[in-house]
Structures are given as structure tokens and as C-alpha cells.
């Protein structure tokens, strides 16, 4: 049994590569994560049309804090996979291997002795900087990344660029560190035909546009040689 964690990419249908494409082609059988019961998965709106005469299957992961119940969660899943015993997929958002869900399960599958194999997709971040026209990094720039901005404050002077993912309270975290000297870049469902961007300073950029889970942010320090 082989279990292949396969990112599909950020959300453009062609954007998932030919490896992951060749896998889902070839496995027994396709592992979609929701977030909630009847909620459809995007990570299986992305790929649906290559895989119509699929057998697919959800795996329920919850948005829940609770450290107990989630790890409830993961191992119901691990269970359900294992159930198989054949080779399987399992779709992942972007990559597998940045703040995926996926990795909890691949290490519990591991520990049990199950060959895992990652197929690397394309990330959000890099759909980020290419819906805003940036490059993330250059040279020997330091690139960060914070999930909800957590502690900005204390590495905002440290990197040339930071990413935050998950935007949900990103204004009242850039507010607390009051630094005028930042330039903000906003994408709402990178790669997707409704792609929402916004670019601009803390004071004149809609936030609230931002705030759902498919949105992210990169922050950038403006240097000297930038004006
Ligand atoms: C659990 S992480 C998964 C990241 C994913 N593995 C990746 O490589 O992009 C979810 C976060 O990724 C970001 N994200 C994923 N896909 C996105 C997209 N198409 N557009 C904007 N942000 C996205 C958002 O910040 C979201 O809250």
C-alpha cells in the first residue's frame, strides 16, 4: 500500500502538475478533506474533471482548536485510509509539505509503518507574488512566513518579506505594530477565475474584502532604493 499526498496546486485547474496527475490516474481510490459535513472540498473542485470515473472518499478535518479533538479527527482519518490497503491518494490545497493537514496524517501513517509519498504542488505563496506582480524575495533577502501574523512585531524589521497566512485579523495585527514604512499585498483565491487583489498601506486597503480563508498576504519592507 502506498499513500500519496498530492498537492493539486492553489486553485487554477491547470496548474496541478503532470506527476500528481499521472497518480490520481493510476490509484485505487481518492481521499477529498472538508472542513464540514456537506461542505464541498476545493481541493476536489480543482481536480473533479480529471477524475470522473474515480471512487473518492471525504476525510473530515473540522476548523477547531480543541488539540484533543483534533487529534480525534486525524486519527479517524489515518483509520479510514489504512482500512484500504491498496494505493490511495489523498488531495491536499497548494502543497503538502506547508501547513497541511496531510502532514498530520503522514506522520501518523508513518509511525504505523505506511510508505507515504509526497507529490508536490504549487503554493499559494508563490500564486501570491505572481497575482501582485512581485518577486517574494531576491538577492539575499530573508523571507518569513507567519500564520495570522502572529508576532509580526517581532520580525517585521528582520526580513525583507513576510507572508501571513490565514488574514482574517491582519488589519488589527498591522496596527499594533504602527509601521508606516510597509507595503501591503492582498490575494483573495489565488489562480482562481474570481482572483481578488488589493496593494496599498495599512490605511487604504479594504481588509474586510480579505478575511476568508482563502486569502493571503505579503508584507514588504520598503527600502530606500525602492523609491
Ligand atoms: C492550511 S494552509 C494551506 C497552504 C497550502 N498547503 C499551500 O501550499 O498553499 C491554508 C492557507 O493557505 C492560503 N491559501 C491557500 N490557497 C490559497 C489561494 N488559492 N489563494 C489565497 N490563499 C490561499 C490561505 O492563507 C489559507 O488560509
Do not use: Q
Amino acid at each position: 500500500m502506498i499513500v500519496y499526498g498530492i498537492g493539486v496546486g492553489p486553485g487554477d485547474k491547470e496548474l496541478i502538475t503532470l506527476k500528481s496527475l499521472n497518480i490520481l490516474k493510476k490509484v485505487d481510490k481518492i481521499f477529498v478533506p472538508i472542513s464540514k459535513e456537506g461542505k464541498p472540498s476545493v481541493a476536489y473542485e480543482i481536480v473533479k474533471d480529471y477524475i470522473k470515473d474515480k471512487e473518492v472518499e471525504t476525510l473530515l478535518f473540522p476548523m477547531i482548536k480543541y488539540k484533543e479533538k483534533l487529534k480525534y479527527y486525524r486519527e479517524k482519518a489515518a483509520e479510514k485510509i489504512l482500512k484500504e490497503n491498496k494505493d490511495v491518494a489523498v488531495l491536499t490545497l497548494g502543497d503538502p509539505t506547508l501547513y497541511s493537514t496531510f502532514s498530520y496524517i503522514w506522520k501518523i501513517l508513518a509511525k504505523k509503518g505506511v510508505k507515504v509519498e509526497i507529490i508536490n504542488g504549487i503554493s499559494s505563496i508563490f500564486s501570491a507574488a505572481k497575482a501582485l506582480n512581485m518577486p517574494l524575495v531576491e538577492g539575499n533577502e530573508k523571507l518569513c512566513i507567519l500564520p495570522h501574523g502572529k508576532d509580526i512585531e517581532k520580525y517585521i524589521n528582520d526580513f525583507d518579506t513576510i507572508i501571513v497566512m490565514k488574514t482574517k485579523n491582519l488589519k488589527d495585527v498591522l496596527k499594533k505594530i504602527n509601521n508606516k514604512n510597509i507595503i501591503v499585498g492582498l490575494v483573495k483565491r489565488a489562480t482562481f477565475e474570481d482572483e481578488k487583489i488589493a496593494i496599498g498601506n495599512i490605511d487604504n486597503i479594504n481588509f474586510d474584502e480579505f478575511s476568508d480563508y482563502l486569502s493571503i498576504a505579503i508584507i514588504k519592507r520598503i527600502k530606500d532604493d525602492d523609491n
